[in-house]
């Protein structure tokens, strides 16, 4: 199986609201395995183009299940999805997925404009100077951005390689949990296609995803990709630091962190620990952006969206403003979808919002079969 890019991704990239875009290809369900939790959600069409929620849902990874982006756990995952899937009544089998982690390679090069199949070709047979695994161990896809560099002979490639076993792994699970796994996209690309779906690609953004043992970054310029990274932070840092420092069990110190239980003489100690830890996340942002800025400076970015549990933090988007001097808005990947309120509740799906962004923009990409 290769990456599947988005079919409205192919270039010459069409601007602007993609909402509307002409094909009745269906949809499939959108799933998020993350190491915190499982993300799951499902879009109809609209007669206007635009899409429906029809399902969403989330349930907790069993512990221990997953390790930097790899299934440990297949068998306990897959009965979570199970279970899952039941609860919200989805009849839909066909399924998109997203990897990320050490597993997964994410790189732009410049190569020579060539055709599409030279393309192919030229990627299978020079993979290996690109990057640093065996070419016969990985699942290799790329694509042309299209976009000229100085020299009009040449083009920037987005390559995408991910290690066949890791991949394998998940495509076995969703088998076993009765699915049909359609597509399978890489984290950052699944958050630029939630975003592209509700407001199109016109400015230049950073997407910065914060969930509980990673943070993905992809930085877009005019609708192109520029920069996608995967950085090791994230919000289970704080469970463990408070852990730590207090000497909790793992419950005790997460309903701390979220604020479901109350910090009382403990909030001095516990506020020095998520300042530190944020700024951590702002140093790892600055680095992203002042990389984007020496490449690209007459595109200055217009703003920050985050997404993830990571970004419900309070004050995080406030610091993150204040460090860079970037306008941050907290990603709402339901903006423009209908959704009927008996059905879902509006509180819920507000509060579950920006976690779902990645499960969004996997249950929008039409599938071809
Ligand atoms: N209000 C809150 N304040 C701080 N952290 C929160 C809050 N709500 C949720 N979180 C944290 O967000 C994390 C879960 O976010 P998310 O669902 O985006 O992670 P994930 O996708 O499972 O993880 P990853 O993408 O890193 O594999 C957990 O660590 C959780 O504690
Ligand atoms: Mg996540």
Same mark, same amino acid.
């Given at each position: 199986?290769?990456?599947?890019?988005?079919?409205?991704?192919?270039?010459?990239?069409?601007?602007?609201?993609?909402?509307?875009?002409?094909?009745?290809?269906?949809?499939?369900?959108?799933?998020?395995?993350?190491?915190?939790?499982?993300?799951?959600?499902?879009?109809?069409?609209?007669?206007?183009?635009?899409?429906?929620?029809?399902?969403?849902?989330?349930?907790?990874?069993?512990?221990?299940?997953?390790?930097?982006?790899?299934?440990?756990?297949?068998?306990?995952?897959?009965?979570?999805?199970?279970?899952?899937?039941?609860?919200?009544?989805?009849?839909?089998?066909?399924?998109?997925?997203?990897?990320?982690?050490?597993?997964?390679?994410?790189?732009?090069?410049?190569?020579?404009?060539?055709?599409?199949?030279?393309?192919?070709?030229?990627?299978?047979?020079?993979?290996?100077?690109?990057?640093?695994?065996?070419?016969?161990?990985?699942?290799?896809?790329?694509?042309?951005?299209?976009?000229?560099?100085?020299?009009?002979?040449?083009?920037?490639?987005?390559?995408?390689?991910?290690?066949?076993?890791?991949?394998?792994?998940?495509?076995?699970?969703?088998?076993?949990?009765?699915?049909?796994?359609?597509? *399978?996209? &890489?984290?950052? /690309?699944?958050?630029?296609?939630?975003? %592209?779906? =509700?407001?199109?690609?016109? $400015?230049?953004?950073? #997407?910065?995803?914060?969930?509980?043992?990673?943070?993905?970054?992809?930085?877009?310029?005019?609708?192109?990709?520029?920069?996608?990274?995967?950085?090791?932070?994230?919000?289970?840092?704080?469970?463990?630091?408070?852990?730590?420092?207090?000497?909790?069990?793992?419950?005790?110190?997460?309903?701390?962190?979220?604020?479901?239980?109350?910090?009382?003489?403990?909030?001095?100690?516990?506020?020095?620990?998520?300042?530190?830890?944020?700024?951590?996340?702002?140093?790892?942002?600055?680095?992203?952006?002042?990389?984007?800025?020496?490449?690209?400076?007459?595109?200055?970015?217009?703003?920050?969206?985050?997404?993830?549990?990571?970004?419900?933090?309070?004050?995080?988007?406030?610091?993150?403003?204040?460090?860079?001097? *970037?306008? &941050?808005?907290? /990603?709402?990947?339901?903006?423009?979808? %209908?959704? =009927?309120?008996?059905?879902? $509740?509006?509180?819920? #799906?507000?509060?579950?919002?920006?976690?779902?962004?990645?499960?969004?923009?996997?249950?929008?990409?039409?599938?071809?079969?």
């Amino acid at each position: 199986m290769a990456f599947k890019r988005p079919t409205r991704h192919s270039p010459p990239r069409p601007k602007g609201l993609s909402l509307s875009f002409s094909s009745k290809k269906p949809l499939s369900l959108g799933l998020d395995i993350g190491s915190h939790s499982i993300k799951i959600c499902e879009f109809r069409r609209t007669s206007g183009g635009g899409y429906k929620l029809v399902a969403l849902g989330s349930a907790l990874m069993p512990p221990d299940a997953m390790e930097d982006g790899a299934l440990l756990d297949p068998d306990a995952v897959a009965k979570t999805i199970v279970a899952l899937i039941r609860n919200l009544k989805i009849k839909e089998k066909r399924v998109a997925f997203s990897v990320s982690g050490y597993s997964v390679i994410v790189k732009k090069i410049n190569l020579e404009v060539m055709t599409e199949a030279e393309l192919e070709k030229h990627i299978h047979e020079e993979a290996e100077q690109y990057i640093p695994f065996d070419i016969n161990d990985v699942y290799l896809d790329c694509q042309d951005l299209h976009t000229n560099t100085e020299d009009e002979n040449r083009t920037d490639v987005m390559l995408v390689a991910a290690k066949r076993e890791m991949v394998d792994g998940y495509l076995n699970m969703l088998r076993s949990a009765g699915l049909k796994p359609v597509v *399978v996209d &890489v984290d950052a /690309f699944a958050l630029e296609n939630a975003f %592209e779906a =509700n407001f199109g690609l016109k $400015d230049n953004i950073a #997407l910065i995803d914060i969930g509980a043992s990673k943070m993905n970054i992809n930085i877009l310029s005019g609708g192109v990709s520029t920069l996608a990274r995967d950085v090791v932070l994230g919000s289970r840092q704080l469970t463990e630091q408070i852990q730590r420092r207090f000497d909790l069990p793992y419950e005790e110190a997460e309903a701390l962190k979220i604020g479901s239980r109350p910090a009382d003489d403990l909030q001095a100690d516990v506020a020095r620990i998520f300042k530190e830890t944020c700024r951590q996340w702002v140093g790892e942002i600055k680095r992203a952006l002042d990389f984007y800025a020496s490449n690209y400076p007459d595109a200055p970015i217009d703003k920050l969206v985050l997404s993830g549990g990571g970004s419900r933090i309070a004050g995080l988007a406030e610091l993150i403003a204040t460090e860079t001097r *970037v306008p &941050v808005e907290i /990603f709402n990947p339901f903006a423009m979808a %209908e959704f =009927n309120s008996d059905a879902i $509740d509006p509180a819920y #799906l507000k509060a579950i919002a920006p976690q779902m962004a990645l499960a969004a923009g996997l249950a929008t990409r039409p599938v071809e079969f």
